[in-house]
């Protein structure tokens, strides 16, 4: 506050000094005037004086001034030239003009000044509003100028990657600070963005210099291309605040379909045990009613005869049960189409992709060109791949200390068939687990029922293809399956 | 107490197929056999009959079994609980258990396993009902006495002596040593501690009521 008084106090003695010197010098003049032969000369003075009086004041003493030496040209005329006198009126009428011509210039420069100092403070003030806009949303900007790569940051943008100082980083501070397996997300989409000339967006995650990791979102834009120079505008959005509650949204859901699929599923399971149940307790209990029957002294023969009708009768009870059950099994849902694998892996590979994120998991889909078309049924290829790819997470289970790896890879086998992979840099599958893998209800997990692997291989096997686990000590678990190209075997 | 007696075991179960074996296996022992296929043709047979054992499924047609035994309670029938199932788990074992059943067995069971469950139910059955005729006796016996005899029953009974109760009632202690003989004889205890034994039994029952 001090400051501020003291400043304006110092601008004012500044400003009245230089009125004063101004005063000072226009009386100089005027004696010059009124008692010198110069006359031309002193239109000059004159002249200056009003050039340099839009440095102490507005417009207001500008018009003084000219007007002041205005009256002081016409009064020393008027008192001391003798009306005979040659240059008596050329001198004062040419002084009069440069006057009016100096000042309405001087008027016309502190016009375009005021103006220039009002955009400015217009300017100031919504670049404050820009700065703290994007801090409360933490959306920071770059622009990026081709091919000097001239970069600007936004004071945000600098803040969200953990740059401090006025100096500009670079583009390499920039690619230095992303994660190394975005970089070359992040590298083609800036090159895209450039090449193409189109909008583009990616998400990606750096390390700070204090090994914290923030998840970035960026949309970027080309905003100018002349011949030989392009400039892009790229806005960065801190999201991983965002990415984290919904990542432990999903987790929610996930547990909670985990939980509802095993209480289905353990539903299933008794209605089906009771289904069988019942008729099995019928014809034990008949066979031993009838052996019982059989052994008395005088065997009754009705009785006998009723309790073995009633075995065969319940026998056939439970297997046109397990007819049903069959007919409503997988097998009659199936629907067969031509799929192109790539599309199923890619689907998965945006629904995993946070999945992985949560688990802290660098997952990754290879896809080659020449994977075959299958005849097969879409949403039951879909369960396996996904089913496959979510074990191989859990085998990553979050206390797992080494590479946390999974990698997806849709091929084209030696006989033409289609074949996927799914590779995890776990602890790999014990020796004499590898052969129990694929049989119901074998787990080595908590709260599981221990089918999914069993399901997975009667999906691929009904498809005619083959489902198989390999696992290599300390180089995790690979698990693959085939299917016939589409035309060669039909299901 | 049952006037009639069609059957010794009655079988609850909606599985016609199951309730004939199990019914089959019962009478190949000589055991005379009812079949339900619902809780309440149960209830309002047994009502009447009162069966030494009932064997129940868990799980019957829009209702559930583990309810049954308080509503035959609520009924006054005392025949003990036999529950099958066709797919127990320790919570409903122990859920059938707490309703007072005798036993549980799973579905498929083996036969020596519900025979000796029945066995078990019918022995019990018949302890509990001698213990009941010996009470009934035991009161047609009591209500024989005098109110006088009745007096020094009780007061002996207490512990005090012949020459306290006789002042207490304003007898003779000749009188009360009379009394006393009768009410020994007309109950048929042969000693004192017999006596002291009944009266407790009918104290027990008026008490609590039967």
Known sequence: MTTATDSGLAYFLRASAKRGVMIFFMLVFFLIDSIGPFDFVVAVFYIGVVAISGEAGDRRWILRVASGCGFLTVLSCLLFHEPGSRYSLEAPLATLIGICIVAHLVLEKKETKNQLRFQADLLGRSQALLESTQNLSSTGSISLLFPSMDMHWSVEAKRIFGFDG???????????????????????????????????????????????????RLVGRPTGLTDDLAEITMVLIDVTSARESEDRFQQCQTELANIQRVMTFNEIIASIAHEVNQPLAAVVTSAQSGLRW????????????????????????????????????????????????????????????????????????????????????????????????????????????????????????????LSVSVRDSGAGIRGEDLDKLFTPFFTTKINRVGVGLAICRSIIEAHGGRIWAGSERHAGAIFNFSLPQLGKVSI | ?????????????????????????????????????????????????????????????????????????????????????????????????????????????RDQELLDSVAMSIKQCNERRNASDMLASLRTRHSTLTTRERQVMTHAVNGLMNKQIASLLGLSEVTVKIHRKQAMDKMCARTFADLVKMEVMLYDTTKYGS
């Open chain 1, 166 to 216: 006025d100096n500009s980083p670079l583009i390499s501070d920039l690619l230095r600070s992303i994660h190394p397996n975005d970089h070359d997300l992040v590298l083609s989409t800036i090159q895209g963005l450039y090449r193409q000339q189109s909008p583009a967006e990616a998400e990606f995650r750096i390390i700070l210099s204090d090994r914290r990791t923030k998840i970035i």
């Open chain 1, 294 to 417: 059989l052994n008395r002294p005088t065997p009754d023969i009705a009785e006998i005869d009723l309790a073995l009708l009633r075995v065969v009768e319940q026998t056939n009870r439970a297997s046109a049960f397990m007819k049903n059950l069959r007919e409503h099994s997988l097998e009659s849902a199936r629907v067969a189409e031509p799929v192109c694998i790539s599309e199923i892996l890619k689907s998965a590979e945006l629904f995993l992709k946070r999945e992985a994120r949560a688990s802290q998991i660098d997952i990754s889909f290879h896809i080659n060109n020449d994977t075959p078309l299958v005849s097969a049924d879409r949403h039951q290829i879909q369960h396996v791949i996904m089913n496959l790819v979510v074990n191989s997470m859990e085998s990553l289970s979050i206390n797992y200390g080494g590479i946390r790896e999974v990698i997806v890879v849709g091929s084209r086998s030696v006989s033409g068939d």
């Open chain 2, 1 to 109: 107490m049952a006037a009639i007696k069609s059957a010794d075991v009655f079988v609850v179960d909606d599985d016609v197929a199951l309730c004939e074996s199990i019914s089959s296996l019962l009478r190949s022992i000589g055991l005379k056999v009812k079949t339900f296929s619902s809780g309440l043709s149960f209830l309002n047979a047994a009502e009447i009959e009162h069966p030494d054992c009932v064997i129940l499924d868990v799980r019957l047609q829009g209702e559930n079994g583990l309810d049954l035994p308080t509503m035959m309670r609520s009924k006054n029938i005392d025949s003990p609980v036999v529950f099958i199932s066709g797919h127990g788990d320790i919570r409903m074992s122990v859920s059938a258990m707490k309703t007072g059943a005798l036993d549980f067995l799973a579905k498929p069971f």
